[in-house]
């Protein structure tokens, strides 16, 4: 059975620095699309990043220079790096994998930004 396993989320002051990874079983995340969304509460998801089987990545303009997305096919491990959070980015963070018809994600990680 697919399993996305995010890991890393914590309670961070505003500033600091968070490092999300997503370790998957069964699929390979080098060859799906790999991607992670956050659900602040009382908001509906929302797309962060994308990761593609060649390397290019996509980010939401608002997140662009802060975040960056990165993987691991050795570990078969998706990555989330954060830097300078502030309160607005607390939230639950999903990562999840496409590829053909399949979507597949994780439980997700909460992250709580104190300011």
């Known amino acids: 059975q697919v399993q996305l396993v995010e890991s890393g989320g914590g309670l961070v002051q505003a500033g600091g620095s968070l490092r999300l990874s997503c370790l998957a079983s069964v699929i390979n995340v080098s060859a799906h699309i790999m991607g992670w969304y956050r659900q602040a509460p009382g908001k509906p998801r929302e797309w962060i990043a994308t990761?593609?089987?060649?390397?290019?990545?996509v980010y939401l303009m608002s997140v662009k220079g802060r975040f960056t997305i990165s993987r691991d096919n050795a570990k078969n491990t998706l990555y989330l790096q954060i830097n300078n959070l502030s309160p607005d980015d607390t939230a639950v963070y999903y990562c999840?994998?496409?590829?053909?018809?399949?979507?597949?994600w994780g439980q997700g990680t909460q992250v709580t930004v104190s300011s």
């Open positions: 999840d994998a496409r590829r053909d018809t399949h979507h597949y």
């Open positions: 990761i593609r089987s060649d390397d290019t990545t």
